[in-house]
């Protein structure tokens, strides 16, 4: 890790003037990401703005839905009551990340800008389009088997957003306010915050430079509360996922009113899917349904050599959610 | 929810924890207030940001005090050490383990303001003003923590390394009330590796805690 200079904002203003005034600073709040990387000599930052105590705090309850502020940890939001009662596959998909630790530590701003777990990305002895632009891309022919399926390109197949938090929210509705530079906030949908890789995979999501998340707002919503995370990795904790599905489901009478799903795990960024939410809507809560819905949410599918498996796993994944929730 | 996550039931909503301000912030809030307070706005901002607190930048090997085991401890150290290295290179509280170095293993576990973290992903400048439990800070005297004493009595290790790490994730999982089955303990224990493979009398021992109603 190199060595850097260190220093607390208390207010957002202070911190934005921070990264104006040191382009090449870096924010850190639960750190859990940033020194892993940094201690990986993958990231180097002259100075480190400690933004723990920003007041971005707080789970409440809206006219319309949730507001969580971005510097609740993951375990206090998982294990947030009202969390629990009106998005389960929010908490779930926190729960099921990482150790009780990390939770405990990590910020859930942070979360959603964690960076790939692609093994070239991570070593940097290897090229990597991410890291070095136009270096290339071993992925595409080597170890790629926890890699991406979906919205992949020739420059990139990873899985930029390796986590799980970001599924349940591009599932829900979730929308992160952003702060900038000169002070001003502004909405950007989580499904809309992830860029796919295309020929520029370094750059991972739409925030501007020295932009902090303030907040994540999640529309309250009949599909929401019946909806659930489910995870599928090589062991049966602590660990990435293979795949995962957030879902959730509306049903009256045996007919699906509203859906909602998202793909973890299997593309190169939270992987929102309007085809298999289509495919549901109007329809019976049957497994018939159901499968329908995740072949059609697989369609678009690019497996190399390594993750072809993972189009059947995610099908399956989808399948068994669905069931799940609707019961 | 049936699940290891909550075997039984819906745990109380945990409340989010209140990060420290720096007592210089609650000095400084009352001359911003008053600058706040002047008829123009933009002079305001002008002498608002004039008078308002900029919190210093540390760099190179700079003093340091961190809350350790209750005793207050002053070191000097660069920006970038880790609580774990502090604890280890800078105070000689080898107890805690460096494993992986990287959030993986959980060896380097210890509990700050009472809630169960890896060390070596948090710097030590930023865990000033907190207070730091060690496995050294566990036991009373000659007298052993329950979760120290059954780790002995269920052989809860084999080359001792991740032990430390073990144990003061197996105290704060039976107080967060994650330890009521086994399946339950299971899961929440599931940051801390132990490459011997001790599994089943780790388990036993943060078992035996639970049941035993210690809540420590």
Redesign the interface.
């Known amino acids: 890790?190199?060595?850097?200079?260190?220093?607390?904002?208390?207010t957002a203003k202070?911190a934005t003037g921070r990264t104006k005034d040191q382009p090449q600073a870096a924010y850190?709040a639960?750190?859990?990401t940033l020194?892993?990387l940094m201690?990986?000599n993958l990231q180097e930052h002259p100075?480190?703005v400690?933004i723990?105590?920003i007041p971005f705090?707080?789970?409440e309850q809206t006219k319309d839905g949730l507001r969580i502020g971005a510097?609740?940890?993951m375990?206090?939001v998982g294990?947030?009551?009202?969390v629990?009662e009106q998005f389960?596959a929010i908490s779930?998909s926190l729960?099921?990340a990482?150790?009780?630790?990390?939770r405990?530590?990590a910020s859930i701003g942070g979360n959603i800008l964690q960076r790939t777990r692609c093994g070239y990305f991570r070593d940097a002895a290897f090229p990597c389009n991410k890291r070095v632009p136009g270096s290339g891309c071993p992925a595409l022919e080597g170890d790629n088997h926890n890699l991406a399926v979906l919205g992949t390109s020739d420059s990139c197949i990873a899985t930029a957003y390796p986590g799980d938090l970001s599924v349940a929210l591009a599932a829900f509705d979730a929308v992160l306010t952003l702060e900038n530079q000169k002070g001003k906030q502004r909405q950007v949908p989580v499904k809309d915050f992830y860029l796919l890789p295309g020929n520029t995979p370094q750059k991972e999501t739409v925030l501007e430079a020295g932009e902090l998340i303030v907040a994540i707002t999640i529309p309250a919503a009949a599909h929401a509360q019946r909806s659930t995370y489910l995870k599928v990795r090589e062991r049966s904790?602590?660990a990435y996922a293979l795949a995962s599905a957030a879902v959730g489901l509306d049903v009256h009478g045996g007919t699906i009113r509203s859906a909602r799903v998202a793909l973890g795990g299997v593309g190169t960024k939270p992987w929102r899917s309007p085809e298999a939410e289509k495919a549901l809507v109007g329809q019976p809560a049957t497994e018939a349904t159901f499968r329908a819905a995740a072949a059609a949410a697989l369609r678009g599918a690019q497996p190399r050599k390594e993750n072809a498996f993972k189009v059947e796993l995610a099908q399956n994944t989808l399948v068994q959610a669905l069931m799940k929730v609707a019961g | 929810?049936h699940?290891d996550?909550f075997p039984d039931a819906?745990?109380?909503?945990?409340?989010?924890?209140?990060?420290?301000?720096?007592t210089f912030?609650q000095q400084a809030g009352g001359i911003l207030g008053f600058a706040l307070a002047s008829p123009i706005a933009s002079q305001a901002e002008t002498l608002a940001q004039k008078l308002?607190?900029?919190?210093?930048?540390?760099?190179?090997a700079s003093p340091m005090q961190l809350k350790i085991n209750g005793t207050m401890r002053t070191i000097q150290a660069?920006?970038?050490v880790?609580l774990l290295d502090a604890l280890r290179e800078h105070l000689d509280l080898t107890g805690t383990k460096k494993g992986c170095?990287?959030?993986q293993c959980?060896a380097c576990?210890v509990h700050v303001d009472g809630?169960?973290?890896?060390s070596?992903?948090?710097?030590a400048?930023?865990n000033q003003g907190k207070e730091i439990t060690t496995i050294e800070g566990l036991a009373k005297g000659d007298a052993l923590h329950p979760m120290q004493e059954a780790f002995i009595k269920h052989d809860g290790f084999q080359c001792g390394y991740c032990t430390p790490g073990q144990i003061m994730?197996g105290v704060?999982?039976v107080k967060?009330g994650?330890a009521t089955t086994d399946g339950q303990a299971?899961?929440?224990m599931?940051?801390?590796i132990c490459r011997c493979g001790a599994y089943p009398n780790i388990l036993a021992a943060v078992r035996e805690v639970e049941q035993s109603g210690f809540k420590g």
Not at chain 1, 98 to 102: H, V
Request: hydrophobic share 30%.
């Open positions: 890790m190199n060595d850097f200079s260190y220093t607390q904002a208390t202070e850190i639960g750190g859990t020194l892993d201690k990986a100075q480190l400690d723990n105590t705090k707080g789970i510097m609740e940890r375990s206090d294990e947030n009551k009202l629990l389960p779930e729960l099921l990482a150790s009780p630790q990390l405990n530590m904790s602590y | 929810m699940s996550l819906q745990p109380e909503a945990s409340q989010p924890s209140d990060g420290s301000r720096r912030m308002a607190p900029v919190n210093p930048v540390i760099s190179g660069e920006p970038r880790t170095d990287h959030g959980g576990t809630r169960r973290i890896n070596c992903l948090t710097l400048v930023m994730s704060a999982c967060e994650h299971r899961e929440w599931s940051g801390n």
